[in-house]
């Protein structure tokens, strides 16, 4: 399941030992289930999954995105939605029987996460999870960017207990303009007080 075939927009789903459905759901009761995405972005945008159908149970998401932006990416969002009865995406609330991980504590739920480029498991980075007020996972990358080209991987888990439809929509970050600015600002004054020092 980690080899990526850059079928973009792709979903597939394993149920218990292993069993692959393509957009199906095996309607046999399972304790945890497995979603795998795989999506390739050439923009900034939003980046939405596609939809999953619930089955109340414990759920390990396996997130590919290759960055084909000629941007560095130095965060990433993921945000949590979820079908409502008027047939509309809405940011799921608190309370609608969905999240990631809740109500499991912080840092258990946090030995479940991983964060790999290219199929490499990177350290230098921390997640904060948030579910008010809507459930949210912001990725930030201490000691790496995303360079284009690369495929960042995610791997976290998340809880359903309302056999929610649902989806994911993800934002990367890159370097705002006055971070480069100030960046600069501060080599050219190295370079300054370096200058001075030989003469």
């Known amino acids: ?28 009761a399972a304790q945890t289930q497995s979603v795998t995405f795989e999506e390739s972005t050439q923009s900034l945008d939003p980046i939405y999954t ?23 990416w130095t965060d990433f969002h993921v945000t949590l939605q979820t079908l409502n009865a008027a047939g509309a995406w809405v940011d799921s609330p608190d309370g609608d029987g969905i999240s990631f991980g809740q109500p499991t504590p912080f840092d258990e739920w946090l030995k479940s996460v991983r ?12 997640v904060n999870r948030t579910n008010q007020p809507f459930d949210k996972l912001d990725f930030f990358f201490d000691t790496f960017v995303i360079q284009p080209g690369q495929t960042l991987s995610l791997h976290f888990d998340m809880k359903d207990f309302g056999s929610n439809t649902w989806r994911l929509v993800q934002v990367p970050t890159i370097p ?24």
């Open 176 to 199: 705002e303009p006055q971070t480069y600015a100030l960046l600069l600002l501060g080599l050219a004054g190295v370079g300054l007080v370096a200058r001075r020092r030989k003469t």
């Open 1 to 28: 399941m980690h080899a990526l075939s850059h079928s973009f927009g792709r979903i597939a789903l394993v149920v218990g030992a292993g069993l692959v459905f393509s957009l199906g759901v095996s309607t046999a």
């Open 50 to 72: 596609r939809p999953v159908v619930g089955m109340t149970g414990d759920w390990t998401v396996n997130k590919f995105i290759y960055n084909g932006t000629p941007h560095k």
């Open 115 to 126: 964060v790999d480029i290219n199929g490499v498991y990177l350290n230098g980075w921390h």
